[in-house]
DNA sequence: CCAGCGGTGATACACTGTAACAAACCCGCG
DNA sequence: CGCGGGTTTGTTACAGTGTATCACCGCTGG
């Protein structure tokens, strides 16, 4: 399981993040173009999560505009490839510097007041849904987990300012 | 805990779900309007989770139009008194029979070959969750979990036609 | 009566996401 | 080298989702 201290203690900075999607593609034979590391990179660059015409207006500069459609195709390929997470209660998106087991559940901790977002994952959910499933007679493909709260860093900050 | 068989075993039809609605609004002091019942019966009267423009549509006639902000408004009403649920990972709604505790967690079951939605809730789940959030000293307001794949029926349909 | 309040109608708008087609690019093969 | 086919990107258009704003209506309490 993952053990995290906050936001900062966990998040690959921006340029690791980059390199080791560069290596991940190369080893899979995959095009890492500029355009999609322009695009990790901006999901990488910003401690939030970021929605995709908030992407696209920060790679546009005058002169040169990024179509949002642009975007989401780069989004597309970096969610295939783990890179990035979409976040469905924020239509936003995240970046990703684990390397999640296939099926590996993942909860999302979403904090309400800096908009960070730390990964989690956890045996005992698991295992309680599975079974929880199994019950049910329902057959999982794909499942989601989203926490809004307060992150520690938050919690502390605005109880001892 | 929640036992559901399938879908069907656990929905209450639509007319029982307006007349407990109507019920728990007089009970409450609040309005139950003919455009929130009519909101309710559509997302009632569908087996499947249904679009705000889909309920929309269902309710304008010709010569009467129902305009998709008046539906999100009902829609946020039922919300707020606990009729109906929205399922983030569809940008849907269905409605809600049970009578949920205050705080409790809710698995939504989507199938993806019939589109309807069941319930489910699990102490398992519930515990493990909060013991996770606990670990990762984050506090919660408010968590969504959904999970896709096949519903019993379905699956048993498929296998053996 | 009148002021206030909640609900509704109507319009406009912002945000999110996809379809379709053309142009550019890359890469292996004759 | 030139060609052909796959992939990526640009561009436009459009569908779907959700909110802001203002006006109007109907009720209720003073
Ligand atoms: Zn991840
Ligand atoms: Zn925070
Ligand atoms: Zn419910
Ligand atoms: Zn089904």
Redesign the pocket.
Known sequence: MHRHEGHDACRTAAPDMVARAEAICRERG??F????REVLEAVAGSGKAQ????IAERLSAPGK??????V???LDFLMEQGLVHRIASR??FIPCGHDHAPGEGVIFLICRTCGGVDEASSADVEGGLERTLERAGFTPTHSILEVEGDCGACRERDHAP
């Open positions: 995959l095009q173009t500029p355009l999609r929605g995709a015409y908030d505009r990024v179509a949002p459609v642009s989401y195709r780069a239509n936003a």
